[in-house]
Structures are given as C-alpha cells and as structure tokens.
C-alpha cells in the first residue's frame, strides 16, 4: 500500500511556491538594476545569461541560511495554524504574513537593502496563490 500523506504535509509541501516567487523576484530586481545603471557599453547577452546563473547561485549560496529558517517557521506556523483553524485559508495566510514580514521589514531598514521589502510584498502574493492550492487540498475547490 503506498503511502497517502495527510493533508498538513500536503499543505506544507505548498511552500515551494515561496521559492519560486522570491526567484521571479529576485530576477526582476536585477533586471531592473541593470536598466538604472545601464551603461553603453555593456554586452546585455553575457549581462542576462550572467543573470540566469548567478540569481540563483546567490539565492542558494547566500541566501540559503534564510531560505532555510523562513521555510522552517512557515512549516511550522503551517503546522500550528492548520490544527488550529482548518477553515478559514485566507485568515491563516494573512497570519503567517504579519508574523513575517516584520523581519524582512527589519532586515530592509538595518542593512539597507531594500530588496526585502519586495520580498515581503512577494510574500503576499504567493501566500495567496498558496491559498487556492490549499483549497484544493483541504475542501476540492
């Protein structure tokens, strides 16, 4: 008999929608690094193909410690929540992000670097996105 996972641990394994959007982000922002300072004598195909490679080596080199605790404490208020209030997806996903985003507002204003507050607003997009996968899970909709 193969092994049919409970519907927290489907619900947690929504999380790599994070990922993808913090990546998607990631992208954006030095795309739109490089247009501000663009200069003439740049080779944009090298400078692009330099992107595609080095987003996400930084995001897994460097940001890898964070990306490994955020997905840590929203497994775990996943874990919590979910137990807790099974019924209302959208008021959980707004909990997880207040509880959030204040560190990555933090991090934005101690170290200046503004990136975070993009990944906040990432943040919420894809908590919602995860709320319309969840309710596939828990209700079939």
Same mark, same amino acid.
């Given at each position: 008999? &193969?092994?049919? @996972?409970?519907? $927290?641990?489907?619900? &947690?394994?929504? !999380? ?13 922002? &030095? #795309? &739109?690094? $490089?247009?501000? !300072? ?17 987003? @996400? ?6 940001? %890898? ?5 955020? $997905? +840590?404490?929203?497994? %775990?208020?996943? %874990? #919590? $929540?979910?137990?807790?209030?099974? !019924? ?13 985003? @204040? ?19 990432? +943040? ?16 079939? #909709?």
């Amino acid at each position: 008999m &193969a092994f049919k @996972p409970n519907y $927290l641990t489907k619900i &947690a394994l929504t !999380n790599w929608i994070h990922l993808l959007g913090f990546y998607l982000w990631l992208e954006i922002s &030095a #795309i &739109a690094h $490089l247009f501000v !300072n663009y200069d003439s004598s740049d080779n944009w195909q090298s400078i692009l193909f330099g992107l595609l490679l080095g987003v @996400p080596f930084l995001m897994f080199s460097y940001g %890898l410690l964070i990306i490994v605790g955020f $997905l +840590l404490v929203i497994v %775990l208020l996943d %874990l #919590i $929540l979910f137990s807790i209030i099974k !019924n209302n997806i959208l008021l959980i996903m707004v909990i997880e992000w207040i509880l959030i985003i @204040p560190i990555f507002i933090y991090w934005a204003f101690k170290y200046e670097y503004w990136l975070w507050l993009g990944l906040s607003f990432t +943040l919420l997009i894809t908590q919602y996105i995860r709320s319309k996968k969840i309710g596939k899970i828990l209700f079939g #909709i």
